[in-house]
């Protein structure tokens, strides 16, 4: 299966992935993870990005596609993929087609998680990460809307959504029943 996950900031992307991968045995591509995985190493590539997650921006898309691209060399993604996060814009989006089309290959579905805005600023205040404050939250709200959201459109022919408000299992139960192949 090769899935990407779209939703608003803390709508549990990265909570349903994880369980998904697991569930699918495929790995849970990340790019949140893969930018704050840098940070922690102090890389350039970490230390250029924190810059924007801080403010609550999308990294620059060179940047990301990059980095999303020598993941999906590497053998694990072979067998199918669940991407987290990305793409978040058109341009990811023109990138992710055309490295599957050289491939061959597709996506097999696009599953939104739709949540308002007043449950995930509860939600991400509660974990407090250091992008998780009221401004920042607004912000990255702000940019799902102008960027990510369009591309809704974009995945029309493949999409799934599901309402992300419920039990962590309650909604990983959905979305196995909302998948084409389950
Ligand atoms: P991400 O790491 O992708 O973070 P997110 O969208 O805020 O969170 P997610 O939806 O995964 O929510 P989660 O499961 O963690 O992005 C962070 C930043 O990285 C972006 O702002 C941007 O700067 C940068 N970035 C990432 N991808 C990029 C890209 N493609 N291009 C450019 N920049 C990019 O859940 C959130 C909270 O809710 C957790 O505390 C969780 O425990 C809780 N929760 C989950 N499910 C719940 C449920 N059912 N009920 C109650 N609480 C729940």
Redesign the pocket.
């Known amino acids: 299966m090769r899935l990407v ?1 779209v ?11 994880e369980r998904m991968a697991e569930r699918l045995d495929v790995p849970h591509i ?4 893969l ?2 995985a840098n940070l922690k190493e102090e890389t350039p590539l970490g230390i250029e ?1 924190k810059r ?2 801080d ?7 060179e ?2 596609v990059a980095m ?1 691209r020598e993941r999906l060399t590497e053998s694990d993604a072979a067998k199918g993929f669940i991407l ?6 058109a341009p ?1 989006a023109a990138s992710l087609a055309g490295l599957l089309s050289d491939q061959g290959l597709e996506l097999d579905a696009v599953v939104e ?1 739709s949540v308002s805005d007043e ?2 600023v509860q ?2 205040l ?2 407090g ?1 250091s ?2 404050t009221e401004d ?1 939250i607004r912000r ?1 709200q702000q ?2 809307r102008d960027d990510t959201a369009p591309l809704l459109e974009y995945y029309a022919d493949r999409l799934v959504s599901v309402d ?5 299992e ?2 990983t139960d959905r979305v196995f029943d909302a998948l084409p192949t389950s």
């Open positions: 996950l939703g608003p900031p803390g709508a549990g992307k990265g909570t349903q992935a990340s790019t949140g993870d930018f704050r990005a924007y997650m403010a609550g921006d999308l990294v620059p898309d940047v990301t999303v987290d996060g990305f793409p978040r814009t990811q998680f449950v995930v939600r991400l509660g974990r990460r992008d998780d920042v990255r940019v799902y992300a408000v419920g039990s962590v309650e909604i």
